[in-house]
Structures are given as structure tokens and as C-alpha cells.
């Protein structure tokens, strides 16, 4: 069985800061692809940024510049570093693990931004 636990979320001012972990147990190492995804309400879930098992990274455009993702294989979490966040970033954060055809879902962390 594999597991997602995500955590960092909470409430923060614009302009600051949070960082999202997220952390899988189970029956996978090394996922070949992980992602961010966030849903605000009323919206579709987005896809955020992802990262390869080798480090290659890409973004959507509205968080390039203020947002990275990276991951640490060996403790198996990947990480999203939010920088200088606006309202619009208020979501809730979706971690996603993909292993070959196998793709898993975290439970989800909330982010609230205020002005």
C-alpha cells in the first residue's frame, strides 16, 4: 500500500512564504514523476509543478519565478517552496506520485492567503 502525507500548509499573509512537503510510505522509492497540484473552489485541480526521479522540473506560468519544487529521493519527499504568494495561490495543495502507470493522491493541504 502506498501513502502521501502532505504537510506545511496553513495561513499566511501575501508576499510571504510556505513550504509544502510531502512524504510517501509503502510500496514505492524513487517515484518517476512528482507533482503539485492545487484546486481552489469552483476550479478545476491544476497542475502546479512537477519534478522527475533526475531533478527535471517544470512549472505552470503563473508561479514561475516564485514557486520551486525539488525533491530529496532518499527520504522520499518532494518539497514546494512557495514564495511571495498572492490570493490567488489559496488552494488546497494536492501531492501526486506517479510509478510507472501507478499514479497516488495525497490527502491534500490547505493554503489560504490574506491580503
Known amino acids: 500500500q502506498v501513502q502521501l502525507l502532505e504537510s506545511g500548509g496553513g495561513l499566511v499573509q501575501a508576499g510571504g512564504s510556505l513550504r509544502l512537503s510531502c512524504t510517501t510510505s509503502?510500496?514505492?522509492?524513487?517515484?518517476?514523476?512528482m507533482r503539485w497540484y492545487r484546486q481552489a473552489p469552483g476550479k478545476q485541480r491544476e497542475l502546479v509543478a512537477g519534478?522527475?526521479?533526475?531533478?527535471?522540473?517544470n512549472y505552470v506560468d503563473s508561479v514561475k519565478g516564485r514557486f520551486t519544487i525539488s525533491r530529496d529521493n532518499a527520504k522520499n519527499t518532494v518539497y514546494l517552496q512557495m514564495n511571495s504568494l498572492k490570493p490567488e495561490d489559496a488552494a488546497v495543495y494536492y501531492c501526486?506520485?506517479?510509478?510507472?502507470?501507478?499514479?497516488?493522491w495525497g490527502q491534500g493541504t490547505q493554503v489560504t492567503v490574506s491580503l
Open positions: 501526486n506520485a506517479l510509478q510507472t502507470v501507478h499514479s497516488y
Open positions: 509503502g510500496s514505492i522509492f524513487a517515484p518517476d514523476l
Open positions: 519534478i522527475t526521479r533526475g531533478g527535471s522540473t
